[in-house]
């Protein structure tokens, strides 16, 4: 193909031949760029030949997503759909089935005929032309997504943040666990917060527990088994050999050094969990009363073919790198356990059923905590409760690739261009759904992702919303500055969000940092998804910052995230000395104009702050004056980090490193069991409390 061949093709499949960079200039796609992206869509032949041509329009697409209007709804048709009255079948999700005939109608002269159907509930539906015979997906949404009342009628909230693997307690494993979610969820709720926001709480590989950001999971549809309480496992009780591995000296001193440390010790907890929980899981079978197994029955059945496809990928990562560490990739085990409906595999799911079992049982328990987490919150007053965060994406090598590769690319990176604060780029490693595919299934992939993530959750935050619209792809190999858009459906993904929004009664929020393409905040705005807005990076095209009656309303105000230094190195500047120290500055020069940028911000922040006069200005100082203007906001939430509540120095993650930096893994200095009332981080959040709180209500009562 020549290059205009290239660049049409490319167009039709949504890839983007230039983009606009951080500092407003068009950045153009070399040729080889777009065909490796076409190849990693299945769009090219082996010799690079069209291998698939993009068909006309056919009478119906896969799936289409339509918002419900008073109870109408309007499919756009086809010109191959012929004239006259067309007979139609709907089966609804609970299985009924409604037949008519319907004449089309044009909303006006010369625009495309519309079938309408009266009475059609929010739901997954399947909708059936019979001449010409044509099936789809029909997906009928609200188009906005739920808002908790007080929200919905004005009112603003507040809440903490938290790194869930980074909180300390007297009774913990040397990590953060869901009883500790409970305690501290009754606890900042007794100090008037609505929500607790999360890190991603995704599945990880407990044969490589190093593997620690929660930004590349195994899969996003399970949970993290390294936050389950071991001793709140009502078998544990009766575990008499689980209960004398804890009596044990060794297994005492283990479990010390893991309390005792500054970093999570991820392969020694998980070595001391994983031990413990087998004992527990055998004495489960042996002695669970009829209830709890029929329980735990349910949930595997429901939960069904991808709860056993993840756990049997967990059993075969067990096999195989027990002879060798390297044989975690699933890309590198015999064809024949490549794919999860192979004889042999098969074979192997029979073999190992107790290993398999023992990874659904896992999952069957951190449901169950999670739950009790979340049941916790709301009963102690929360009107929104666990903030959830769904990562863009999966590790390649995990279970979401290994049970369905063709919904990703192959062979392809999620990232982000250069920019002021990244100037090599990003690549973070994650394969990128395949949009040909997403809407080939009928978009079941992204639903069941959403599905899962609103689980036990009152809020849902989006991880790079803008992904709904666009990723920036890297194909494997190249350096990130060598990447492109493509583009997904935005209208049909939102009005999914929007659905089960309302079906879990949980708040969506997107995390639109970075690159916003024009437009995109006011489409989420409109669909009621909230924008999520940092303090430092809310500023005019001069620099000069928002002040807090100009943050949009529907938004989570906040001062920091996992990926930004805490308030106390912002104020320092000692973040750019780390990167610079790290090597991710790409010359001395660059180091001195992050400097320089750094200074001037810091007088527009502390001169928005009123603190301009303040000199020398104080980390406390600062940090308070940031939480009275989280508080002012007009934001409906303002969310600030326990980081910043602890006056943590250290960063929890930084961007671009993996071992040069120990990311994910410094726990906090301050264990739940020392916040007492007279806490400075209880003083830090009355001051954003009392900014939010109408006038004469005081603290809410523990």
Request: proline share 7%; hydrophobic share 40%.
């Amino acid at each position: 193909m020549n290059s205009q061949q290239i660049r049409r093709l490319a167009a039709d499949c949504g890839i983007a031949a230039d983009y606009v960079d951080a500092r407003g200039g068009t950045v153009g796609v070399a040729d080889d760029v777009l065909l490796r992206l076409l190849n990693a869509m299945g769009m090219l032949g082996p010799g690079g030949e069209v291998a698939e041509a993009l068909q006309a329009a056919a009478v119906l697409p896969p799936a289409m997503v339509i918002r419900a209007e008073r109870g109408r709804i309007a499919i756009t048709l086809s010109d191959a759909v012929p004239q006259g009255k067309i007979a139609w079948q709907v089966r609804f999700e609970n299985g009924k089935r409604r037949r008519g005939e319907t004449e089309p109608t044009r909303a006006r002269p010369g625009s495309p005929r519309q079938l309408v159907l009266s009475d059609i509930p929010y739901g997954y539906h399947q909708l059936t032309l019979e001449a010409p015979e044509a099936h789809t997906v029909l997906i009928v949404t609200p188009g906005r997504c739920w808002l908790p009342e007080n929200v919905a009628r004005g009112g603003r909230s507040f809440g903490i943040s938290l790194q869930l693997y980074l909180l300390r307690s007297a009774r913990n494993w040397g990590i953060g666990d869901f009883g500790d979610l409970a305690q501290f969820a009754k606890l900042s709720a007794s100090h008037g917060c609505d929500v607790l926001g999360l890190n991603p709480l995704h599945q990880m590989f407990p044969d490589n527990p190093e593997h620690a950001s929660p930004y590349s999971p195994a899969s996003r549809r399970f949970l993290n088994v390294l936050y389950i309480d071991v001793p709140a496992i009502p078998e544990f009780r009766h575990s008499a050999r689980a209960r004398a591995l804890l009596e044990q000296p060794a297994f005492s001193e283990r479990l010390s050094c893991c309390r005792a440390a500054a970093q999570v010790d991820y392969r020694a907890v998980n070595a001391l969990k994983l031990e413990a929980l087998r004992l527990v899981h055998a004495d489960f079978h042996a002695h669970a009363d009829q209830a709890r197994g029929s329980e735990f029955d349910g949930f595997v059945k429901e939960a069904g073919e991808s709860l056993h496809n993840t756990s049997l990928f967990q059993a075969l990562r067990d096999h195989f790198t027990a002879t060798d560490p390297a044989l975690g990739e699933w890309q590198r085990w015999p064809d024949a356990f490549r794919r999860p409906d192979s004889p042999e595999l098969m074979q192997f799911a029979h073999d190992h059923r107790d290993n398999v079992d023992f990874y659904n049982w896992l999952q069957w328990i951190a449901d169950q905590q999670l739950a009790a987490a979340k049941d916790a919150a709301m009963r102690a007053g929360m009107r929104i409760g666990l903030y959830r965060d769904l990562a863009v994406g999966c590790d390649r090598t995990g279970s979401e690739t290994w049970a369905s590769p063709t919904d990703f690319m192959a062979q392809t990176q999620v990232g982000a261009p250069p920019d002021i604060f990244n100037p090599a780029g990003q690549n973070w490693g994650l394969p990128p759904f395949n949009p040909i595919a997403l809407m080939r299934q009928g978009y079941r992939p992204f639903v069941d992702l959403v599905q899962s993530n609103m689980r036990h959750a009152g809020g849902l935050r989006i991880d790079h919303v803008m992904g709904l619209q666009r990723l920036y792809c890297i194909p494997e190999g190249l350096p990130a500055s060598q990447g492109a858009y493509i583009s997904y459906p935005l209208d049909d993904l939102i009005g999914i969000l929007a659905l089960e929004s309302h079906r879990h009664q949980c708040l969506v929020v997107g995390e639109d940092l970075g690159t916003v393409p024009p437009g995109f905040r006011e489409r989420m705005a409109e669909a009621n998804i909230l924008s999520y807005r940092v303090l430092f990076f809310e500023h005019d095209e001069l620099g000069e910052f928002f002040p807090p009656e100009l943050y949009p309303r529907l938004a989570v105000a906040v001062a920091g995230s996992h990926d930004l230094p805490t308030l106390r190195s912002w104020l320092a500047g000692t973040d750019i000395d780390l990167k610079h120290r790290l090597g991710l500055y790409p010359t001395p020069e660059e180091t001195l104009s992050q400097g320089v940028r750094r200074d001037a911000q810091r007088l527009k922040v502390l001169r928005m702050l009123d603190l301009e006069d303040v000199e020398p200005i104080s980390a406390a100082a600062f940090s308070e004056a940031v939480h009275r203007f989280l508080g002012r906001t007009a934001s409906v939430l303002a969310v600030t980090q326990l980081d910043d509540l602890l006056d943590e120095h250290d960063p929890v993650n930084v961007p671009a490193t993996s071992h040069e930096h120990p990311n994910w893994r410094r726990r906090y200095a301050h264990s739940i069991d020392s916040l007492t009332e007279d806490h400075p981080a209880w003083r830090l959040l009355e001051i954003v409390a009392a900014e939010r709180r109408p006038s004469g209500h005081g603290k809410r009562a523990s």
